[in-house]
Nanobody
Framework: VQLQASGGGAVQAGGSLRLSCAAS????????MGWYRQAPGHQRELVAD???????LYADSAKGRFTISRVNAKNMVYLQMNALTAEDTAVYYC???????????WGQGTLVTVSS
């Protein structure tokens, strides 16, 4: 299983970034895909996830600013992040969880740095 996250970078507060995660080695449409983040000195936390049917769940901090989406035919999941703030600075990880059985895989992370 490989989850290849990309799209991180440095942006000024108020800016936008779009993260992408390419999945391989899984039956993509049988997995819930998610984005998590970990800031320095903090635990990894859920940002958003999306199930195989397209139902999305967002952390309160992401609601109204971030949008998670997936394209099952391409084994891709995206996170559109708008109105970024310094508090969004973190390493963002893509995660896959199999709907039956719960097996979980993590990508390598992509760094997002927001300057105020």
């Amino acid at each position: 299983v490989q989850l290849q996250a990309s799209g991180g970078g440095a942006v000024q507060a108020g800016g936008s970034l779009r993260l992408s995660c390419a999945a391989s080695g899984i039956v993509f449409n049988s997995n819930t895909m998610g984005w998590y983040r970990q800031a320095p000195g903090h635990q990894r936390e859920l940002v958003a996830d999306i199930d195989s049917g397209g139902a999305a769940l967002y952390a309160d901090s992401a609601k109204g600013r971030f949008t998670i989406s997936r394209v099952n035919a391409k084994n891709m999941v995206y996170l559109q992040m708008n109105a970024l703030t310094a508090e969004d600075t973190a390493v963002y990880y893509c995660r896959s969880r199999r709907d039956i059985g719960g097996d979980t895989w993590w990508g390598q992370g992509t760094l997002v740095t927001v300057s105020s």
